[in-house]
């Protein structure tokens, strides 16, 4: 890990990292969260009530915002993916539904902001397809689980649950 920000050039001003030296090479991110809900936003969730199948939507919203996350974050590159999955299940407790997000590209800058905005946009699909149950659902733990390829290495954190 470096302790210099990247995205601040010597002036202090921002800037998108230079790139163009780095080898492509095949990278890979994985990332996870949580929306935790009533057990009523579960079960309208489950029989793909109200607006429609919530699970569905909400992996094509993940991977509709893969795609455009050089958009929403200002100094991300704008990246060809070679692959989205995003998988949105009924947590293991029954408490919510869990977003699994893995992503990859061969290219010479990493892929974990794609992954991290697929699974923050599953998650607020999800909340707007049940708000109308439940207002008080919580977006939890979004986070970069793993990501290999690059110079930096490889990072698995120590726990994968949601």
Known sequence: MSDKLTHIDA???ARMVD???KP???RLA???GRVLMSPAALALARSSGGKGDVRAAAEIAGVMAAKRTSDLIPMCHPLSLSSV?????ELPDGSGMGVLAEVATTGP???EMEALTAVSVACLT???ML???DRSMRIEAVRLTAKSGGASGDYRAEQEDY
Not at 85 to 89: G, M, Q, W, Y
């Open 30 to 32: 994985t990332a996870r």
């Open 126 to 128: 999800v909340y707007d």
């Open 109 to 111: 800058t990493g892929v």
């Open 19 to 21: 790139v163009s030296g």
């Open 131 to 133: 708000k109308a149950v």
């Open 24 to 26: 492509a090479t095949r």
């Open 11 to 13: 002036d202090g001003r």
């Open 85 to 89: 999955r995003v998988r949105v299940d």
